[in-house]
């Protein structure tokens, strides 16, 4: 899974979150990637509670962004629709700092053209969080909108 190159591709020093200086956001993103579904779901309701925390979002919700939609786009990743909500999450919150709310804009900006083929999933709550994020502005907004009125009904 690209999920996987990805978490070791990445620098996550600093990847802090609501409850600390995030040393442990690895091993959860490497949970959520594995192969075992009950342990993968339960670091994606741990990851939901960090790395989203009423309304907050931190350095590790940046930097875990793209790994997050390189899980939902696996078909066969459990949890998606918490998936779905947690990059939601991510994407409307409000960043601690300056710098992680660019980082996050970022995320957003490159992730949304690959997300729009999950407007038309089969699960329904990963639909409506697609179309909630991929709607948000990234300059993608006529791709969504394209996308959305060309799926199937």
């Known amino acids: 899974m690209r999920a ?3 978490l070791h591709d990445t620098d996550w020093t600093g990847a802090g979150h609501a409850y600390g200086d995030g040393a442990d956001t ?16 339960r670091a ?15 350095a590790g919700s940046a930097k875990a962004y793209p790994v997050l939609v390189d899980l939902l786009l696996d078909p066969a990743a459990p949890g998606r629709a ?21 980082e996050i804009r970022a995320a957003h900006a490159r992730a949304t053209p690959r997300l729009l083929p999950l407007l ?3 699960v329904r709550e990963v639909r409506h969080r697609v179309a ?8 993608h907004e ?10 199937p009904q």
């Not at 690895?26 to 779901?41: F, N, P, T």
Request: aromatic fraction near 4%.
């Open 4 to 6: 996987r190159i990805e």
């Open 26 to 41: 690895l091993k959860w993103l490497l949970d959520a990637c594995g192969e075992d579904s009950d342990r993968a779901e």
């Open 44 to 58: 994606v309701d741990v990851l939901h509670n960090c790395l989203v925390h009423q309304g907050s979002v931190y």
């Open 82 to 102: 918490t998936l779905a909500d947690l990059l939601l999450g991510i994407t409307i919150g409000t960043a601690e700092t300056e710098a992680v709310h660019h």
């Open 120 to 122: 038309a999933d089969p």
């Open 132 to 139: 909630y994020v991929t709607g948000l502005r990234t300059g």
């Open 142 to 151: 006529e791709l969504a909108v394209r996308a959305l009125s060309e799926r």
